[in-house]
Structures are given as C-alpha cells and as structure tokens.
C-alpha cells in the first residue's frame, strides 16, 4: 500500500461575494478532486485545538499524527533545523521576516505595508541577512539565512518569557505601535529590528528593488519563537518509509525531525509561480524508488490568503487539482493499492488575510474501497456528511487503516 498526503496549505476558507458567495475551493474547477471526493470518505477535522495558535507548525504537526501539545516547541526551531543550525538546549530561535515597513522617523509610528516583501528572492534575502549578520551578529545573537522572506535568529541563553510576538501577516496594514514587544526580556529584540531597518532601509539591494517598482525588505520582524524540537521518527511511531516534499523550511524541518527524507525540488517556491509539475513528479519517484508514504504541501493557497488574492486562490487550488493530484493518480495507477488524503493544514479566510482554527475538510480515498461519498469536494459538502475528527492527530491513524 502507498501512501499520499496532498496538503494545501491554508486552501479552507469563506463564502465571498466576489465568488457569487461561495468559497475558493467551491468556485474553483476540480475535477480530480470532485471525482476521489464520490467515493472517499469526506469530513471536517479540527487540526488546532482550541487554545493553540493556528499556525502551520501546529497544524501540520497534527495532520501528520503528532499531538502538538506533546511535540510542539514553537514554530522556529523547525524552521532552523531545516537550514542547518544545531540548537544547544538554551538557545531560544525566532523567525525573521524581512518585512517592508513605512519611512516614518521613529520606528513605533511604522506601518507594516508587506509580510514578505514582495516574496523577495532567496538570492536577494541572502545578502540582506548576510548584512545584517555582519552588523548585528555577537556572542548572544546570529542570524541565519532560510528561503525568500524567512529566516532565523539564535538568541544564545534566551529565554522564553518575552510575551507576546505577533506574526507580521496578521497585521499588514497596521501600525506598529500596537505590536511592539513590550516585556522587559524582549527589549534587545525591538532593538534588533530598529536597528535593522537603519542598516537596511538604503541598501543597494533595496535600492534596487525600489527602482523595479518593488517593495524594500527594509526591516526584519521577531516572532515564532521556541526551544529545540524533538520529534519521534516517522517510520518508528507509523512503521512507514516517507519523504516530505515542500518549498518552505518549517516543513522541511519538520521532515527533518521525524527523520523523513527531505525532498529539493527546483522552482519550488512557495507561491503560486511554484513548480506544481516538479512536486508531483519527485513524490511519484520517492514512491518508485520504496518509499511507503509521501506528504506534499503546497504553500500557494495560504499565500494567497493573506495577500488577498482571490483570482490566484482559486487558481492556486486549479493548479494543485490539474498538476499534483491528477499526475499523481495516473502514477499510482501501476503501483498497485494506495490511499490519498487531500487536507488543508488550516483555513486562511481571504477576508480575515491571517489563519483561523476552524474545522477544516478533508478526504480519504482508498483504491481497494467505495465509500459512499459527496459529488463535490469543498467546505459545505465535508460538513454535509457529519463526519468529525475533534483531534486532529488522530487522523492519520484513519488514513493509515491504525
């Protein structure tokens, strides 16, 4: 039996009007999707608990069987491991956006305008922290370069007792001011990101980037902090062989702790411009070469969410249907029995522009199996079927027959 995880990162959301008051998974064409969905058992599951931040850390963690609130150390950790970077036990890491801000003077009267400055490119992003390595780097903190807009800082004995850091893309358009981390431990924090927005706010790579007509990743913000992970092995906790397939380095990490094979695929970028193509056809050759089990994410969907792009969420959502699961299907075809669940990690509702904790759907279709399923695949039909799994790391005990 072969095992397929299609996550679609942030793809649940909410009626809009703009979709004649449906979703995008509704409104957008699904054909691969619709036709697993008539014979697939279908349903919501809640992959945060009530309580727990709805982040993709916590949320994937939970698809993947991993109860977070045993396994859960904070989102940076995982997204460190998968650059590379060694934690000690006291090492605290954060995430590091690099993030576009207004020009005001005082740093608390700033705008946070973009969360990821235009999706900056991993080369561009490089010489950006390398800088502000340069600069900013001492015994107590190091930056580390990630993908894109995400990267790491190290906080050597840092503590935890910081209060409360806010993701940058729950507060684009919103000022600073409010956000500011104001816990006494947290003040060489605000003072890294002050600091960086003065070495970087003239930068010839900004400079540059401004003259395109782009948005300057003129500042870093702090948040997604945490101690170092500590996840059981994948083969060990399910007795399978698995490769995780991603763009971004949170699930590389992730792969990385349960001891998965990590899969590199050019153009895989995390957006809509990703290379779907290139996903589809590394899961089929992890498969073919014995791995039992493959999980795919696709980031383009919650991207698109929070920059409020409704035209490229439902094509995100077309493109995952037409160039993932369709050649996935054909490729398991001459590989005997399989199952495939189709699941987003979270909703991120368009009109919100940030994640949310609701129960989202999914779908388990089994090759040697006929379930009485729903003709299509979105938020209304899973909740048609009152089918409901309230911990979310349960259900990869369904998928897996446990």
């Known amino acids: ?12 959301d909410y009626p809009l009007k703009e979709l004649d008051g449906k979703t995008p998974l509704e409104y957008a064409n699904t054909p691969n999707f619709d036709r697993l969905a008539k014979k697939a058992e279908v349903g919501l599951v809640k992959t945060v608990s009530d309580g727990m931040s709805p982040g993709s850390d916590v949320a994937n963690l939970s698809v993947l069987g991993y109860d977070p609130k045993k396994y859960y150390t904070g989102r940076s950790p995982l997204e460190a491991g998968s650059i590379g970077v060694d934690m000690l036990p006291t090492d605290v ?9 207004t020009d005001e003077l005082d740093y608390e009267d ?20 390398e800088y502000l390595a340069e600069h900013l780097n001492s015994d107590e903190f190091k930056f580390y370069s990630g993908v894109s807009y995400r990267h790491c800082l190290i906080w050597s004995n840092g503590t935890l007792e910081i209060g409360k850091l806010t993701p940058p893309h729950d507060i ?8 500011i981390p104001t816990h006494k431990n947290a003040q060489k924090l605000y003072g890294l990101m002050k600091k960086s927005y003065d070495l970087l706010k003239n930068h010839h790579v900004n400079i540059a980037r401004i003259e395109k007509g782009l948005c300057p990743a003129n500042s870093i913000w702090l948040w997604g902090e945490g101690v ?25 990490g992730i792969g990385k702790f349960s001891s998965m094979n990590v899969v590199e695929v050019e153009g895989a970028t995390g957006y809509i411009d990703t290379n779907f193509e ?35 969420k439902v094509r995100a959502i077309e493109l995952i249907d037409e160039k993932i699961l369709g050649p996935i299907l054909e490729g398991l075809e001459n590989m005997g029995d399989y199952r495939i669940m189709v699941v987003p990690d979270h909703a991120t509702p368009i009109s ?4 949310t904790n609701d129960p989202v759907p999914f779908l388990i279709y089994d090759s040697t199996k006929d379930f ?5 695949f979105n938020e209304k039909t899973a909740e048609s079927t009152g089918v409901y799994i309230e911990k979310g790391h349960e259900m990869m005990g369904m998928l897996l027959g446990k």
């Open 1 to 12: 039996m072969k095992y397929v995880v299609i996550l679609c990162d942030g793809m649940a």
């Open 228 to 252: 170092r992970a500590e996840l059981d092995s994948f083969k060990d906790k399910f007795g399978l062989k698995a490769s995780m397939i991603s763009a971004v380095d949170l699930l590389k």
């Open 278 to 312: 290139g996903k589809a056809n590394a899961a089929l050759q992890e498969l073919q070469k014995g791995q039992d089990f493959v999980y795919i994410h696709i980031e383009a969907p919650d991207e698109c969410g929070h920059r409020n792009e409704i035209e490229n």
């Open 352 to 355: 919100l522009r940030t994640h």
């Open 110 to 129: 700033k705008t946070i305008l973009d969360y990821c400055a235009d999706d900056i490119s991993t080369a561009e992003a490089k010489i950006l922290i």
């Open 93 to 101: 890491s954060l995430r590091c956006n690099l993030v576009t801000v």
């Open 172 to 179: 684009i358009g919103k000022g600073v001011k409010e956000y």
């Open 372 to 376: 009485a399923g729903v003709n299509v």
